[in-house]
């Protein structure tokens, strides 16, 4: 097999890529380790250059990875992307010093500028440069007062003439050996994604460098091989690419194969037992540097630590959504943002104070916190913590990557959520949260907290019922059955997991197509109702009573009563305040693409209404049991022969 032709498998077969991967070795250092590169742009032109440097005053021209300093001018790398996490790095790895080496020509002066927990900032070095002709510039600083919190970054000045850098690293002492690391890619027909993702990768050496397979797991009918770039992208991973094809089992299955994968390996190939799994989503702009940044920091803790990358709003590429998460169990609610964590944060805006007045910093997030677990969208796994705990649950998709890490962590693993090791995905808040997927959300949420909780289950019935009173209120019922739903499969246990997810799909699709206010419409037409009828209808005040006004609103609704007979309202104003007050609503939908025609239905509302008091009973009455039932299912659900059974592979072999 030539060296740049992929190892593939067949959807029906899901036979194992390799067995025994020979690129699963562990390496020898050559020199220093790269703990992260200086990168004065990004891999997108739209990735915006100030979150890599920033222009202190006068002018300067920014290259991936050269920099021209104008003449009297002055650069700072204290960026999201430009600063090194010393307070991480001190934490949580053996490292006890770091260096900055660069490449220099012309004269001016490099300093090396730190923070402490409070954003207060300190010189630590500095070397003044003269007249060089692309000389090797290295400065040293300890990392030892960085314990709560700070980073470090460089500052660069240009004095008479122009100073120009070039490959900026920060660099640290290496291991004895170095760690394998295989990407691991989860694909459901996004295959024109999934190629950018490849191409990024394949398209940065240094990157490349650090990654020695990458498993690509297509579980679609829009295959990534289908695409004409593909054998491009073969030759460019140089013998890397593991092409996997399989039926969609969600990303717990998709995941879960290279998981498998790569842990097979490791029973024939003794290096592969030390491989590190990089998780990356499909539908993200990549920046390759992540890969650089996780395994160096993985390479460097003194025991098998998962280490998580952050998350960037695509479609607002300056916005962190958060510094680190946790999951709510008690409102069954993920992603939850760690307290003094950055939370949504507009990376290049200023802070305000309490009176809304600005204060001339930047939230960087100096503080160091510690996250619970960190989501798929990027995270390194080591191949130990598979080993010791298994692989994922099969629950398709949705908190599949909450509960590995809880579970992690309950088994001693930590999770650390690397500031500055960030790629662009998708706004969660432009996905319309009435979709066939909130199913899962739910029925997830309630199986993981059983698994790592002890939640009263008369609190659990009281936020679905919270949940469902509003849906009812804003005519939503496709998505108050669609929970309604997730509650009754969750109370059928474990064994309701057996076929990972598949059969789950086809029942939710199959309810929802029963209410018609699940349909997006085109805003221009919407059915039944012309567009000149539909007026804008804005919302008002949020209510300071909430319960209150639930009340009222439940007493109209049980009277017929309503204040608009139809209007349309807008995303931002579609609250249940709000929506209650119509007898049709044009709703627009999250996704901004088109709209939802909501209609009150008094017999529906009451028939939901009745579901949901006896389903939840049941659920009060059963929970203790199925507590029980679920954590006693987890060796056999998590373990190589039910992934097996699911892939298909022991019917092939048999």
């Known amino acids: 097999m030539p060296a740049s032709s992929p190892i593939t498998s067949d959807a029906a077969t899901a036979q194992?890529?390799?067995?025994?991967?020979?690129r699963l070795v562990e390496h020898v250092p050559s020199g220093r380790l790269v703990a992260q590169r200086g990168l004065f742009r990004g891999p997108d032109p739209v990735c915006p250059e100030d979150l890599y440097a920033q222009v202190t005053y006068g002018s300067a021209l920014r290259e991936r990875q050269r920099m021209v300093v104008h003449a009297g001018s002055e650069v700072t790398t204290d960026t999201y992307f430009g600063r090194f996490p010393a307070s991480y790095w001190q934490r949580w790895t053996v490292v006890s010093s770091v260096d900055i080496e660069v490449t220099a020509s012309g004269s001016g002066r490099i300093s090396i500028v730190a923070?402490?927990?409070?954003?207060?900032t300190r010189t630590v070095a500095a070397q003044q440069l003269s007249d060089l002709r692309g000389e090797s510039v290295?400065?040293?600083?300890?990392?030892?007062?960085?314990?709560?919190?700070?980073?470090?970054?460089?500052?660069f000045t240009a004095d008479e003439?122009?100073?120009v850098v070039e490959r900026l690293r920060w660099t640290v002492e290496p291991p004895h050996r170095l760690r394998p690391t295989a990407v691991v890619i989860c694909t459901f027909n996004r295959a024109d994604d999934c190629t950018k993702t490849l191409q990024s990768l394949g398209g940065d050496p240094e990157a490349l460098d650090v990654l020695d397979a990458v498993y690509v797991v297509d579980q679609g009918s829009d295959t990534v091989e289908s695409r004409q770039a593909f054998p491009d992208i073969e030759k460019a991973l140089d013998g890397r690419l593991r092409y996997l094809r399989q039926p969609n089992l969600g990303g717990a299955g998709g995941f879960g194969r290279g998981m498998y994968e790569v842990t097979e390996a490791g029973r024939v190939n003794k290096d592969a037992e030390h491989a590190n799994l990089l998780f990356m989503d499909d539908d993200v702009l990549c920046e390759p540097e992540i890969a650089i940044r996780?395994?160096?920091?993985?390479?460097?803790?003194?025991e098998p630590t998962i280490i998580g990358g952050q998350m960037l709003r695509l479609l607002h590429p300056t916005v962190l959504l958060a510094g680190a998460e946790y999951a709510d169990f008690a409102q069954l609610k993920p992603g939850r943002v760690v307290l003094n964590a950055l939370d949504d944060v507009d990376l290049l805006a200023e802070e305000v104070d309490e009176e809304g007045v600005p204060t001339g910093k930047v939230n960087r997030g100096d503080r160091r916190v510690d996250a619970a677990y960190n989501a798929w969208w990027s995270c390194l796994i080591p191949a130990e913590v598979v080993a010791k705990i298994g692989l994922p649950l099969p629950l398709f998709f949705q908190w599949d990557d909450v509960e590995y890490g809880y579970r992690a962590r309950a088994a001693g693993f930590a999770t650390v959520t690397l500031p500055g090791a960030g790629l662009w995905h998708a706004d969660f808040d432009w996905k319309d949260a009435d979709k066939w997927n909130e199913y899962f959300a739910v029925r997830n949420s309630m199986i993981v907290s059983a698994l790592h909780?002890?939640?009263d289950p008369k609190h659990t019935a009281r936020v679905i019922t919270s949940r469902i009173s509003r849906y009812l209120l804003t005519m939503q019922y496709g998505l108050a059955a669609t929970i309604l739903k997730a509650v009754e499969d969750f109370q059928r246990g474990p064994e309701f997991l057996h076929d990972g997810g598949a059969g789950a799909v086809k029942e939710i699709f199959a309810l929802r197509k029963q209410y018609p206010d699940t349909v997006m419409h085109k805003a221009a037409d919407v059915p039944g109702l012309k567009s000149g009828r539909i007026p804008l209808i804005q919302a008002g005040p949020k209510p300071t009573r909430n319960?209150?006004?639930m009340v009222k609103r439940l007493v109209y609704l049980a009277l017929g009563r309503t204040v608009h007979p139809v209007g349309a309202v807008s995303k931002k104003d579609a609250t249940w305040w709000h929506v209650s007050q119509f007898a049709t609503a044009v709703v627009t939908d999250g996704s901004q693409e088109g709209v939802r025609l909501r209609k009150r239905d008094r017999q529906t509302t009451i028939r939901l209404t009745k579901q949901t008091a006896r389903v939840l009973r049941r659920l009060v009455a059963d929970m203790p049991r199925l507590r029980q039932e679920y954590r006693a299912a987890v060796p056999k659900l998590t373990s190589r022969d039910n992934w097996r059974r699911l892939y298909?592979?022991?019917?092939?072999?048999?």
Not at 16 to 22: I, N, R, Y
Not at 649 to 654: I, K, L, S
């Open 16 to 22: 194992p890529a390799a067995k025994g991967d020979e």
């Open 115 to 120: 923070s402490d927990v409070e954003g207060e």
């Open 138 to 155: 290295t400065l040293t600083t300890p990392l030892d007062k960085f314990v709560d919190g700070g980073f470090l970054w460089a500052e």
């Open 161 to 163: 003439d122009d100073l």
């Open 294 to 302: 996780l395994t160096a920091f993985a390479n460097r803790t003194p």
């Open 453 to 455: 909780a002890e939640i």
């Open 547 to 549: 319960r209150m006004v």
């Open 648 to 654: 298909g592979m022991d019917e092939r072999r048999g």
